[in-house]
């Protein structure tokens, strides 16, 4: 069983709020990663890390930022929330070498008003 | 990373054998073929992964013909519990980026 975590699983914030969704994983893996889900459709990457220190932007562009200073933190930040960045996100992180599986978190749902 | 392609949907009663196809005709050699499943609301769950041979675990086989154009995820006996969205993803070293692309995949309803 994975261990990662993510929180808040459910929130509920009004417009040009700032928010940092959280995502913590006790396996000692180097990758991390934040997809993006509506209900019903595609897992999109929107930002991933190979380490410490690394961070770069995923397939789906995104206003939002993220920071690796320890290798088991991978916090994701929206400096102003909309209405348009409702959505699931989904944090993930695997080991090195490509047989290596990619292990997700419960996902945080967020919805902005 | 090679592209996969796999039914948007499909049935099957419960109990009995579901077979979710996967084709991946642009696999190179060093491409691994995961399958990973999504119930409602939660993030995907790793089910099995294979290079070349067929792989079984306590929760699916895999069957990966040996052209590797293709495979086949078997849930032997499926409940009303493996409902889900189950994705097939080709991954490995020509991207250089170690992403995982999670595509449509195939929504399996398992009926009582």
């Known amino acids: 069983e994975a261990d990662i975590y993510q929180t808040p699983r459910y929130l509920v914030i009004g417009t040009g709020k700032k928010i940092t969704l959280e995502c913590s994983q006790t396996m000692g893996h180097d990758k991390m990663y934040w997809y993006q889900q509506d209900p019903g459709m595609e897992l999109h990457l929107i930002h991933y890390s190979y380490g410490v220190n690394s961070t770069e932007k995923g397939d789906l562009s995104s206003e939002s930022t993220v920071s690796r200073i320890r290798t088991e933190h991978f916090p994701l930040t929206l400096e102003s929330a909309r209405p348009s960045h409702t959505s699931q996100y989904l944090c993930?992180?695997?080991?090195?070498?490509?047989?290596?599986?990619?292990?997700f978190g419960e996902g945080s749902w967020l919805t902005v008003v | 990373d090679a592209k996969t392609t796999q039914p948007p949907s499909m049935d099957c009663a419960e109990g009995r054998a579901a077979n979710l196809p996967c084709n991946h005709s642009?696999?190179?050699?060093?491409?691994?073929v995961y399958w990973y499943r999504q119930i409602h609301s939660q993030g995907p769950q790793y089910i099995i992964h294979?290079?070349?041979n067929n792989e079984t675990n306590e929760m699916a086989s895999l069957i990966i013909t040996e052209d590797r154009k293709s495979s086949t995820l078997i849930l032997p006996h499926a409940t009303l519990r493996d409902t889900a969205v189950y994705y097939c993803?080709?991954?490995?070293?020509?991207?250089?980026?170690?992403?995982?692309?999670f595509g449509t995949g195939t929504r399996l309803k398992v009926l009582a």
């Open positions: 294979g290079l070349k």
């Open positions: 993803i080709v991954r490995g070293s020509t991207s250089g980026t170690y992403k995982y692309i």
């Open positions: 642009t696999i190179s050699g060093n491409e691994y």
């Open positions: 993930a992180s695997s080991s090195q070498g490509f047989g290596n599986t990619i292990y």
